[in-house]
């Protein structure tokens, strides 16, 4: 079992940065990241990141988000930045370990003048 513990998150204005943070309860061998739930629509992968340091990120988001992993404190980051109205979601962190998928409870993002 891995618990995930989601920090950060908020209201920002357009232009705006935020950075999340998620702490797992053990050491991830696997992937780590993070995905997006906007309502009424289907969650969706923003980055991942292995464990090796290889990325991934969602085209939407390439260029002004960055996610960041440390292995020792078995937590990673997302560094948001210029966010936009769109990037307005429910941001879920993600870790894999042993083919198994982990899901964190979750943390609203809004943007909004």
């Known amino acids: 079992q891995v618990q995930l513990v989601e920090f950060g998150g908020g209201l920002v204005q357009p232009g705006g940065s935020l950075r999340l943070s998620c702490a797992a309860s053990r050491s991830i061998f696997g992937t780590m990241g993070w995905y997006r739930q906007a309502p009424g629509k289907q969650r969706e992968l923003v980055a991942v990141i292995r464990r090796d340091g290889i990325t991934n990120y969602a085209e939407s988001v390439k260029g002004r988000f960055t996610i960041s992993r440390d292995n020792a404190k078995n937590t990673v980051n997302l560094q948001m930045n210029s966010l936009k109205p769109d990037d307005t979601a429910v941001y879920y962190c993600?870790?894999?370990?042993?083919?198994?998928?982990?899901w964190g409870q979750g943390t609203q993002v809004t943007v909004a003048s």
């Open positions: 993600y870790a894999s370990l042993v083919g198994v998928g982990y």
